[in-house]
Nanobody
Framework: QVQLVESGGGLVQSGGSLRLSCAAS????????MGWYRQAPGKERELVAT???????NYADSVKGRFTASRENAKTTIYLQMNSLKPEDTAVYYCYADIMVDFPRTIGYWGQGTQVTVSS
């Protein structure tokens, strides 16, 4: 069974930094795109950043220049370095992965979410 396990959330003051991690485990053929999404109370889940298997990244305008997504460990682990955090970054952050479980079947998986709270 494939799982995405996140870590690294917490409480930080405005202007501070946090680093989120997401590791995939289980049996699968390959992981394609991975990404981070977030959901604030009363709002819809929104894209934060995506990273392809080749390492190409895409960011939401609201986090450009402050957040950096990266990928390593045989491309099964991704990170989100979050700098210059603002109170509006407060949300539950979810990891997402597009996983080829066997050729050619691909399934999207979500992590359990990790809370990030930025105090003013």
């Amino acid at each position: 069974q494939v799982q995405l396990v996140e870590s690294g959330g917490g409480l930080v003051q405005s202007g501070g930094s946090l680093r989120l991690s997401c590791a995939a485990s289980g049996r699968f053929f390959r992981i394609n795109d991975m990404g981070w999404y977030r959901q604030a109370p009363g709002k819809e889940r929104e894209l934060v950043a995506t990273i392809t298997r080749a390492g190409n990244t895409n960011y939401a305008d609201s986090v450009k220049g402050r957040f950096t997504a990266s990928r390593e460990n045989a491309k099964t682990t991704i990170y989100l370095q979050m700098n210059s955090l603002k109170p509006e970054d407060t949300a539950v952050y979810y990891c997402y992965a597009d996983i080829m479980v066997d050729f050619p079947r691909t399934i999207g998986y979500w992590g359990q979410g990790t809370q990030v709270t930025v105090s003013s």
